[in-house]
Antibody
Framework: QLQLQESGPGLVKPSETLSLTCTVS??????????WGWIRQPPGKGLEWIGS???????YYNPSLRSRVTISVDMSKNQFSLRLSSVTAADTALYYC?????????????WGQGTLVTVSS | QSVLTQPPSASGTPGQRVTISCSGS????????VTWYQQFPGTAPKLLIY???QRRSGVPDRFSASRSGTSASLAISGLQSEDEADYFC??????????FGGGTKLTVL
């Protein structure tokens, strides 16, 4: 059964870079026909897609975050990672990783449990 | 401000049929499959509906979804107390960027 688990610091200072890793188990990123994505949810608010990556390194990024986002993949560790630079309080959110159904369909499934990242000095 | 528009809340009594709408445009819902997620407090969203109207394995057939033009809807028939949750619609835009609705909080009265 495919499972995803986010990890990373729960507290990041303003202007610094947020870094999170998603570890995939029960399947391999390298053999998947799908993308792998990051989605975030500010406390009490809706969902926002951040971006997605394929095993080849091909990426799609949310245009509103593109200038600050980098998503990378490490197939040797079966992980993919998110870096978001120059963070502000507005980046405080639950960050989820998920398998992304593109290029075939628009779903995200399954999702990791999420990790809360707070931006504060 | 979400790209897709959902009512912030919906409610119904047990056994009732409830519908949640999701409004978009010709560049998103009008051209790409719609997905629906169910989220309980403190947990990650779970895929409910994919390809606009296909139930994920294990989802009761009380849940159904459809699309008409640039709007989509999720219907829950025979409403149960366990259906009380947040529901989100999602799809892509014309450049394959993911877009979500703001979510609808469903209350079972």
């Amino acid at each position: 059964q495919l499972q995803l688990q986010e990890s990373g610091p729960g507290l990041v200072k303003p202007s610094e870079t947020l870094s999170l890793t998603c570890t995939v188990s029960g399947g391999f990123i390298s053999s998947s026909s799908y993308y792998w994505g990051w989605i975030r949810q500010p406390p009490g608010k809706g969902l926002e897609w951040i971006g997605s990556i394929y095993s080849s390194g091909s990426t799609y990024y949310n245009p509103s975050l593109r200038s600050r986002v980098t998503i990378s993949v490490d197939m040797s560790k079966n992980q993919f990672s998110l870096r978001l630079s120059s963070v502000t309080a507005a980046d405080t959110a639950l960050y989820y990783c998920a398998r992304d159904g593109r290029p075939i369909d628009t779903w995200f499934d399954p999702w990791g449990q999420g990790t809360l990242v707070t931006v504060s000095s | 401000q979400s790209v897709l528009t959902q009512p912030p809340s919906a409610s119904g009594t047990p056994g009732q049929r409830v519908t949640i709408s999701c409004s978009g445009s010709s560049s998103n819902i009008g051209r790409t499959p719609v997905t629906w997620y169910q989220q309980f407090p403190g947990t990650a969203p779970k895929l409910l509906i994919y390809s606009t109207n296909q139930r994920r394995s294990g989802v009761p057939d009380r849940f159904s979804a459809s699309r008409s033009g640039t709007s989509a809807s999720l219907a829950i028939s025979g409403l149960q107390s366990e259906d009380e949750a947040d529901y989100f619609c999602a799809t892509w835009d014309a450049t394959l960027h993911g877009v979500f609705g703001g979510g609808t909080k469903l209350t079972v009265l």
